[in-house]
C-alpha cells in the first residue's frame, strides 16, 4: 500500500483574507442594526419635536411683533396651527402665506402636545372674536405680550417621558425636562 502526500492546493479551509472580509461584513450590518434601533426610547425625539414648536412659538412671536398683529396658536394632539388676526370688512383668523412659518406644524407619529398649565390669559385687542373654525389656546400680541403657558409633549408608547415648553407673559420660550412647577409663569 502507497501512502499518498497531502497536496497543498487541495486543502480545504478559509484563508485569513476571507475570514477578515466576513468579520467586517458583520461588524458593518451590527453597526447599522444597532444605529436604527431608538436605544433612548423615544427621548431624541421628543427632545428635538420640543425645540421645533419652541422655535416655532419664537417666530409666531416675532411675527406678531414685526408685523403688528395678533397671531392665535391652537393645539389639537398632534398639530399645531398659527392663525394671525385679519381686521378689515370680513374680520377673522387667517394662515399667513407671506411668513416663514409653516401654518400648520405636524408633530411625528406618537408624539403629542396639551395645554398643561394656563395660569392667565392676555387681554383680547377690542374687536377681536374667537370663531368657531378656530380657537387659540395661546395669543401673541403686537406689543409682545403672550398668553402665558406651560405645554407638555408627550410620547404615546412611554408614558411619563415628557418634556415642558413654557411661554411666559413676555414671550420668551423654555424647553424643560422636568415640570414647572404651578406657580411659575
Known amino acids: 500500500m502507497a501512502i499518498t502526500p497531502i497536496s497543498t492546493s487541495n486543502s480545504q479551509g478559509f484563508t485569513l ?3 477578515l472580509v466576513v468579520v467586517l461584513i458583520i461588524g ?11 436605544l433612548d426610547g423615544g ?14 412659538l419664537d417666530l409666531a412671536e416675532d411675527e406678531a411683533v414685526s408685523r403688528q398683529e395678533v397671531w392665535g396658536i391652537a393645539l389639537s394632539g398632534h398639530v ?9 370688512p370680513d374680520p377673522q383668523w387667517k ?7 409653516d401654518p400648520i406644524l405636524q408633530l411625528p407619529e406618537g408624539i403629542s402636545v396639551v395645554v398643561d398649565q394656563a395660569p392667565g390669559t392676555p387681554v383680547a385687542p377690542q374687536g377681536l372674536k374667537l370663531s ?12 409682545g405680550i403672550a398668553t402665558p403657558v406651560v405645554l407638555r409633549l408627550s410620547l404615546d408608547a412611554h408614558p411619563g417621558l415628557d418634556r415642558w415648553i413654557r411661554l411666559d407673559a413676555l ?4 424647553v424643560l425636562e422636568e415640570a414647572p412647577h404651578a406657580s411659575t409663569p
Do not use: K, Y
Open 95 to 101: 394662515a399667513s402665506p407671506r411668513t416663514w412659518l
Open 28 to 38: 458593518i450590518l451590527t453597526a447599522v442594526v444597532v444605529l436604527s434601533l431608538n
Open 17 to 19: 483574507l476571507e475570514v
Open 80 to 88: 399645531l396651527q398659527f392663525r394671525h388676526w385679519q381686521d378689515g
Open 171 to 174: 414671550g420668551r420660550v423654555d
Open 132 to 143: 368657531d373654525q378656530f380657537q387659540p389656546d395661546v395669543m401673541l400680541l403686537p406689543t
Open 43 to 56: 427621548s431624541h425625539q421628543l427632545s428635538e419635536s420640543a425645540e421645533r414648536i419652541a422655535n416655532s
